[in-house]
Each structure stands twice: as structure tokens, then as C-alpha cells.
């Protein structure tokens, strides 16, 4: 209805699970990394965690259904999945959905009545005959917490299915939070002691929920400024509370209002009529009502002022500043998440081994960071020639300085330049490495800065010798993905690697995943990427939000260095 108005080809905020609009926040990958370990954790050539529960908990609407279905979409080959849905079943119900999800053929006994013995008995063949193809199995069950107490001791004898190597089933429990209450009842201990991986599911962060609703109306087709104004952005979080499904009815309602009024943006009047009719009045008056002053509180400033302090009040708020404000555009001013505040000490580099420590040392020293904004004016100071900031990068690599082309003289002391596109923050602080930015202001040229801090909320420039701190929401009105950084390749390294392929760069790699995944360490050399190598690859890279395709690319091979402490500069990734 009001997609044409505001330049859509769709709904943004439809509640289907259109899995174009899939968005994954950082909440996400790391919960999909928990399940992805119940099915890539070590013990089986398929990489299987060999049994017990995997456990995904999150309040309604938070996201758990798009995490399986990312999942589910995940799953390596050779693994079958059963999938129950709607676990308000008997003990009975519960094996016949578990074979039927399994294509198990479930023959009758002699009165012609299937028992409990008879989906147990054909369940057992059937997982030992995966088995011994080497495949592995998973029984995903969603809205776990409509268990009854007889299913879930099912569910834990069911994973008592197993060979005197491992255990034949992975099952992973999805449920909202009461799911962990029940787990944690002295009736179901045998069964909590069971659950290998366990993570529950919060709501976006005010960043994250800005960035969800600019991703979904970028998929539906909008180009230019979105049409919420950042007074709106910030109300649609606090009455969404963070929740993606929350927030795509409020989102939609407010585009429908907007529409009907002829607005082409959203203002707060708008978000709180939207709210009102989709949540009910109570939710918009709740926020007005805590921010009325308490009327003891209205008496006692009165009083304070009548005695004469309202000056010293006054100096309170506004105590003197450290240095000249950095003034913040318009834009960004009010939508700035809440670590966007002055700061006097910031991340540093953390170097892993002597050789970075002398590297990072090489980068100014980031605890006299200027402070913590928004403002673009630092953009003039950077390099438009990306080969200058090589050269700044190169010093954290102890790369000897020189006039010519930095990645020649890296090549020649064993290091790679690499580029790519379409990055996310997320995976570029997985990488935890120094590296270039490519910036760009609206029409103006793009520059170029190198990155040496990144955590949840800031990310960290070196410019002009002095580190710069600039929120993430600010970040993203100037960075599109463009990251370039040096890396060390392993031994004996040429490129793409073909199937079956061996040498100094396959024994490496299989060396790095058995340090990460406790598998036996291999024979020194002599290693093929075959496929059960390729298996634990795909693990690996799905757990690191990379594509799991089983190719150790430059992207893969930087992300085992970094998991297993490979002697590199670090990115400083924690807040302080």
C-alpha cells in the first residue's frame, strides 16, 4: 500500500520468514555457532559432537525460528535432520514424528499395534546404519518448553543410542526461557548434564535495531536516506525493545501512518500513534509517565533553588570541558548509541608474539585517543592514495619503510596484501587484525584510514599519528565493505587448493583445526584434503560467519591463524 510512496518494490516489514530479509546480527551468528557446534564439534569424520543437546533459548519474537532456518540451511551433507515443530505429543506421538521425520519404516508387532519398542528398536537401526556410512544425525525440536516431563526423559534416553565410540544422535532443543527453568528441576538433572552447548537469545541493541531496519528496506528495494528520522529510529527501539518481530509492527504501522498523512519520513508522532495502535496506549504512555519528575523530586529542586544553589547545579551539568567539542552532524547526533560519550583511555593493540609486539608498538599509542565522535571533519586528514596507508599499515608489520609499492616489499618478507568487498564489522573483528577502511562522504573522493580498534560499539582510526574513535553508526553513513590488510599465507601456499590436493599447506591447516576442534594432530606431512578434511573446514568456517565451502581461501586461512595465536598484530577488540 505504501511501498510505491516510499520508493519500495515490497513490504520491508512483512512478519513472513522471507528468508531474503534474513538478518544476522552478531546475537545471531554467535547462536548459530552454538548450534552449528552440536552438529561440527569433534568426534566423527562428519565432525559430529557424538550426542547430547544442543540448547537455544530466547524470549518471542527475538529471532530463534530465523536462526534454525540459517541453520537448517547449514546443516553439512550426510547429516539428517528431523524436525518436530509441535512438540505437545505423548511419549508415542513424539517416536512416531521422530520416524516418520526420518523416513524410518516402522513395521507393527504381532497384534498389529506399534509400540514404544517398536519406533525405539527401527530408530536404532537406523541411526547405526548412518553410522556406519558415516553419517550423523539431528533432531531439532521447536518450542522445546511445551514439553512434558515424560517426553524430555524420552528425549535423554534417546541419547543413549550410541557405539562404544560415540552416541548416534545430536538433539537441540529450541524454546523460549522457561525452557531453562524446566532444566534446571532436580527431576530433569540427568538431562541438564547432558546439554553440551547452550546459548539464549537477547533482543537487538539500539545500533543492531537500526541497522536491522535499514537492512530490510534496502532489500525491499529503498535507496537514499531512510524514511525514519533519528528521533524515530530510537523510539522504535525503546517500544520495540529490541525484538525483531516487534519491531517490523511498529516499523510497518509507522510507514502506513506516514503514507496516509502524505509525510515522506517518519517523525516521533508518527512512531507513538503507530505504537498505540499496535501495542495499545499503555505501552507509549509507560515511557512518558518514567520520565516525569517525581513530585518529591520537583519540590526538592525547587527548594535547592530558593536556598541559592541553583548555580551550583547549573555548573554541575555543565562542568567544563577537557578540550573543544568535536560538533556531531545532525544526523548522527541523535542517533549515536550510548558509548558514544568522551573517553580518556581507549583500546590499544594487543600484540599475540615479540615480533607483533614490536609491530603494534609501531602504531601511536591509542591511550591518547582523541575523544570518542561522531564528527566527519577527520575524514581531510586521511590519504585518498590507499598506497599511503599501506605504508601506515606496514609499520605494525615491521615492514621496512620504502618509496615503491608496500605490497612488493611485503612479498618479499613472506606477507600478502589482500582486498575485499562487502564485508561486515562483525567478521573484520573476527579476523582481529590491523587494516585499511575505504571511506567515502557523499560525492566527495574516498579515503582512506587505517583500523586499529573495533569493538560492539567503536571502531578506531590511526590519523595523523593520533587515534580517532568513531561510533559505528556514524561508521556506516561512510564505510560500504571495502577492508584490505597483509596476511602471512602458510607453508608452501599458491592459491586454491583442488580436491585431494596435499603438501605443507594442507598438513598446516589440518595441524590449525586439530588444535581448534581436539582432534588427534595428524602425521607431520602426508595429509589430503579429502573429504572428512573439507567437513571439518565447513565446520570451522561456519562457526567464523564465513561461506562454508570447504575451500581454505585467504579469509579461512587468516581466521585459523588468528584462532590458533598465529604471530600477527591484533585488533584491539575489547571496550574499556
Known sequence: MYAHHFGLTQDPFSIAPD??????????????????????????????????????????????????????????????????????????????????????????????????????????????????????????????????????????????????????????????????????????????????????????????????????????????????????????????????????????????????????????????????????????????????????????????????????????????????????????????????????????VAPVASASSAASAALPAMAASSPVSAGSEWLAALPRDIQTAWRQLASAWQLPATAGDPCQAAAAQQLLCYRAVNLSLPLIRQLGRPGILTLQRGDEPPVHAVLSGLNEQTATFQVDGQARTVPLLALGTLWRGDFATFWRPPPGYTGELADRAGGPTVDWIARRLSRIDGAPLPPASGVVLDLALKARLQAFQRAHGLRADGRPGPLTLMQLSHATGGDEPRLATESR
Not at 540448547?55 to 525460528?65: A, E, S, V
Not at 496506549?281 to 518529591?296: G, I
Open 19 to 348: 528468508p531474503r530479509y534474513l538478518f544476522m546480527s552478531e546475537r545471531h551468528r554467535e547462536a548459530l555457532a552454538h548450534l552449528l557446534y552440536g552438529v561440527a564439534a569433534p568426534g566423527s569424520a562428519m565432525g559430529g559432537a557424538g550426542g547430547g543437546f544442543v540448547l537455544l533459548t530466547g524470549d518471542i519474537g527475538t529471532g530463534k525460528t530465523t536462526v534454525c532456518r540459517c541453520f537448517l540451511e547449514q546443516i553439512p551433507e550426510g547429516c539428517h535432520v528431523a524436525y518436530i515443530f509441535n512438540p505437545k505429543l505423548t511419549v508415542t506421538e513424539l517416536l512416531q514424528s521422530v520416524c516418520e521425520e526420518f523416513h524410518i519404516p516402522v513395521p507393527p508387532a504381532d497384534g498389529g499395534v506399534v509400540t514404544v519398542k517398536n519406533y525405539i528398536d527401527a530408530l536404532n537401526a537406523f541411526l547405526l546404519q548412518c553410522h556406519a556410512a558415516g553419517q550423523s544425525s539431528v533432531l531439532i525440536i521447536d518450542e522445546a518448553q511445551n514439553l512434558s516431563a515424560d517426553v524430555l526423559e524420552q528425549l535423554r534416553l534417546l541419547t543413549n543410542l550410541e557405539t562404544s565410540e560415540r552416541k548416534l544422535l545430536q538433539i537441540v532443543l529450541i524454546g523460549q526461557p522457561e525452557l531453562r527453568g524446566m532444566l534446571a528441576r532436580p527431576e530433569l538433572e540427568q538431562l541438564a548434564q547432558r546439554v553440551i552447548a547452550r546459548f539464549h537469545l537477547d533482543a537487538l541493541s539500539d545500533p543492531e535495531s537500526i541497522q536491522y531496519i535499514e537492512h530490510r528496506l534496502a532489500v525491499a528495494g529503498h535507496t537514499g536516506p531512510l524514511p525514519f528520522d533519528a528521533a524515530a529510529l530510537k523510539r522504535i527501539h525503546r517500544l520495540s525493545r529490541g525484538v525483531p518481530r516487534r519491531i517490523n509492527l511498529l516499523a510497518g504501522r509507522a510507514l502506513l501512518g506516514a503514507w496516509a498523512t502524505g509525510q515522506h519520513q517518519v517523525n516521533l508522532a508518527v512512531v507513538d500513534k503507530a505504537a498505540a495502535e499496535v501495542f495499545g496506549p499503555d505501552v507509549v504512555a509507560a515511557p512518558a509517565a518514567r520520565a516525569r519528575p517525581k513530585p518529591w523530586l520537583a519540590v526538592s529542586l525547587g527548594l535547592l533553588a530558593g536556598a541559592g544553589l541553583t548555580g551550583l547545579l547549573v555548573w554541575g551539568v555543565r562542568a567544563p570541558a577537557t578540550g573543544p567539542a568535536t560538533p556531531l552532524p545532525a544526523s548522527a547526533a541523535s542517533a549515536a548509541p550510548p558509548m558514544a560519550r568522551p573517553a580518556s583511555t581507549a583500546p590499544t
